[in-house]
């Protein structure tokens, strides 16, 4: 069983579409996230949620829009899609924040490559 | 964050110990000392943890100095799957934004036959 599932793991669209990746858990963590990693290689943080909640949203365009309809799934949208959207786009979940030690324990899905045309 | 700093890259031989030095020298007395790894085309992969003593797992060992402005990361048999990006990152275990995780631009370790 995949801890953290993606899909899809490629997706080649044109500029101007809107596209989904979506993201499924079964680690029973609270908490999940999106990372996006570009082309150089830099892996940042978008998006973070605790029990549907948004928590962090690290100045992502409004383009961008995170789902979650349950703690298990954070889906992520993108709307108008633009050339500089292509990247490695990567879900993760760590349990609660509640518990301390492991909230930095992420567990990451395998990526969804997004090339935009 | 408190910064770090790692060697852009490191060789080791197949069956023998990779050492991967990390300089924290900021770090503060509630930070962690967290290494992921990055295998090529896949997600990163949590491998270990630490706050000030010295931790071991199945995959590894963390040896923090006692000032704690250092770490090492040490895979004690290197194996040709153990080639990846390593990246030491230092980040309090708590807080309004856990799981914010800054990934730097880490070690590549190659291992080779």
């Known amino acids: 069983d995949t801890a953290v599932s993606q899909t899809p793991k490629y997706l080649v669209t044109q500029m101007g579409n809107d596209k989904s990746i979506k993201c499924e858990q079964n680690?029973?963590?609270?908490?999940m996230y999106w990372y996006k990693q570009d082309s150089k290689k830099f892996l940042k943080i978008m998006f973070s949620?605790?029990?549907?909640?948004?928590?962090i949203n690290e100045t992502v365009p409004n383009r961008f829009s995170p789902k979650s309809p349950d703690k298990a799934h954070l889906n992520l949208h993108i709307n108008s899609l633009e050339l500089g959207d292509s990247a490695v786009y990567f879900c993760?979940?760590?349990?609660?924040?509640?518990?301390?030690?492991?909230?930095?324990?992420?567990?990451f899905g395998a990526g969804s490559r997004l090339t935009v045309l | 964050d408190a910064k770090t700093t790692q060697p852009t890259s490191m060789d080791c031989a197949e069956g023998r110990a990779a050492n991967l030095p990390c300089n924290h020298s900021?770090?503060?007395?509630?930070?962690?000392v967290y290494w992921y790894r990055q295998i090529h085309s896949q997600g990163p992969q949590y491998i270990i943890h630490?706050?000030?003593n010295n931790e071991t797992n199945e995959m590894a060992s963390l040896i923090i100095t006692e000032d704690r402005k250092s770490s090492t990361l040490i895979l004690p048999h290197a194996t040709l799957r153990d080639t990846a990006v390593y990246y030491c990152?230092?980040?309090?275990?708590?807080?309004?934004?856990?799981?914010?995780?800054?990934f730097g631009q880490g070690t590549i370790l190659t291992v080779h036959p």
């Open positions: 993760a979940s760590s349990p609660t924040g509640l518990a301390l030690l492991g909230a930095n324990v992420l567990t």
């Open positions: 680690l029973g963590h609270d908490t």
């Open positions: 949620y605790n029990n549907k909640e948004l928590i």
């Open positions: 900021t770090i503060s007395g509630n930070e962690y």
């Open positions: 630490g706050l000030k």
């Open positions: 990152i230092v980040r309090v275990a708590g807080g309004t934004s856990y799981g914010k995780l800054t």
